[in-house]
């Protein structure tokens, strides 16, 4: 059981990177976890549902699109919002997780500037902006499960994003970290920027590891 959503077995929770899959197995070992590459959040998803999932969860780190919602700060969508369409997301849980509720926006790529961050959130309202939540919204919609965003942020929208941290990661939800290095060597003056990005990102994932905790209570 993971309390607060019922038996585990229904439970599918898409992320996109390696460390968010492993905080999310750890919410019970029974919980249905696919992590994959941009673009693949919905096939994930599908199956998902496939092998018997009856609730969908987009779980994971997210970039942050306004002052107020710093490093570490849980967001849980009440809408998500993509460039074909508005789905809705269930925000029950946000209370028991100290969370904000909010809109999220499911793009394709990463969104590095303040400038562009803010243009984002003056075009959809949304708080955050991850790549897998808009595919995962919309497979839940098409399938008639109920759907939960849960996103903590990392870069806020006031960090602009350094070369390194915008690179691809690998087919299993790894940084590269041939290319990250490559990436230093060429633009050394970003090494401050990264150091600051590492430091968001594990305030983000804190605040992860917390709400595996909760729902696995």
Known sequence: MTGL?????GIGIVVGMAAEARLARRITPHVRVAAGLPGEPARLAAQLVAEGATILISFGIAGGLTNDVVP????????????????PGTSALAAALGARIGAIYGGLGIVATPDDKRDLHHRTGALAVDME?????WLAAKA??????IRAIADPAWRTLPPAATLPLDANGHPRL????SSIFRQPNQ??????VARE?????????RVGRILGA
């Open 133 to 137: 939540t808009g595919g995962v919204a």
């Open 5 to 9: 959503l019922g038996p585990a077995e």
């Open 72 to 87: 570490g700060t849980l967001i849980v969508a009440d809408r998500i919002v993509t460039d074909d369409g508005e789905f």
């Open 191 to 196: 090494l401050p920027h990264l150091i600051a």
């Open 144 to 149: 008639g499960v109920p759907f939960i965003a």
């Open 178 to 181: 041939g290319a990250v290095f």
């Open 201 to 209: 990102s594990g305030a983000a994932m804190r605040a992860l590891a």
